[in-house]
């Protein structure tokens, strides 16, 4: 069997076209990197806050996303297939969302006004964790709740009819069969939270040092503000490298397919 198919030889003129698209930008951002100063921008104080800030919340909040997001893609994977429908939609509704519309949804919830107003979120670090949290769950619960389904149940009936409690066979055979889908979202949730901006800046705003990650030192690099444009290029091509190691991480934690 032809493990190529059969795809029509033309076609490979729109595919480079839209390979081109998304490769060429990134190239002219690499080609404007001051490579020079590349290492007293990333290690200005302005770049290094922006860097720590998101590095520390982008990584509490995966935690949080961890936490309850492995326990909702468990219950996705396992129950009925309408019911399964309903709740994979529901998460899936924030990756369809503008972030801003997130942004909005939190104000209206942990604002002044909001239900939860008297907590005083909005416009701290835990604000930024919480807008991280709202846009990079549903990468998480997506993955892992794929790789759940993807392991089946046989072998914990296997494991029940031998004896083994629920937690049992969640620790020693659900879990551990699933675990390259969990690290895949695990990063891809990570990779989320440090590149959010949208969310994050409408409602944890852009102050240096408290809620200024690293998407928006580069926004307001190039709005004339904060750190240089020097800076700001830098720090894009630190985001880009960090997308390009999530990717070969998450390619490297998924089952091989054997070739055809």
């Given at each position: ?6 795809v029509p030889r033309?076609?490979?003129?729109p595919a480079?076209a ?6 060429v ?5 690499v ?5 020079s ?21 982008g990584a509490?909040a ?5 936490g ?6 468990l219950?996705i994977a396992?129950s ?6 309903v709740?994979r939609?529901l ?19 942990f604002?002044?006004n ?8 909005p ?6 964790v ?10 998480l619960?997506l ?9 089946g149940?046989?072998?914990?009936r ?12 969640l ?6 069969l ?19 901006f ?22 307001t ?10 800076t700001?290029v ?5 985001l880009?490298?960090a ?18």
């Amino acid at each position: 069997m032809n493990a190529r198919g059969y795809v029509p030889r033309w076609l490979a003129i729109p595919a480079a076209a839209g390979l081109l698209f998304l490769l060429v930008p990134l190239t002219a951002l690499v080609t404007r990197v001051q490579w020079s100063t590349l290492w007293s921008d990333v290690t200005s104080e302005a770049a290094r806050s922006a860097l720590v800030l998101s590095l520390a919340t982008g990584a509490v909040a995966t935690l949080v996303c961890a936490g309850v997001g492995i326990p909702l893609a468990l219950l996705i994977a396992r129950s009925s297939p309408r019911v399964a429908a309903v709740l994979r939609a529901l998460v899936t509704v924030p990756l369809v969302l503008p972030p801003m519309v997130g942004g909005v949804a939190l104000l209206y919830l942990f604002g002044r006004n909001g239900w939860f107003g008297g907590l005083g979120l909005p416009f701290t670090t835990v604000a930024v964790v919480l807008a991280q949290v709202f846009v990079a769950l549903p990468f998480l619960v997506l993955a892992v709740e794929g790789a759940l389904r993807s392991t089946g149940v046989e072998i914990e009936r296997a494991a029940a009819s031998l004896g083994a409690s629920r937690g049992t066979i969640l620790r020693r055979v659900t879990l551990p069969l699933a675990a390259p889908g969990i690290v895949a979202g695990v990063v891809l949730c990570f990779a989320r939270a440090i590149g959010e901006f949208g969310a994050t800046a409408l409602f944890a705003g852009n102050r240096p040092g408290v809620t200024q990650t690293m998407p928006l030192a580069i926004y307001t690099a190039f709005n004339g503000g904060g750190v240089g444009q020097g800076t700001a290029v830098a720090l894009a091509l630190m985001l880009l490298v960090a997308a390009i190691a999530v990717l070969l991480l998450v390619r490297g934690w998924r089952p091989s397919v054997g070739a055809a």
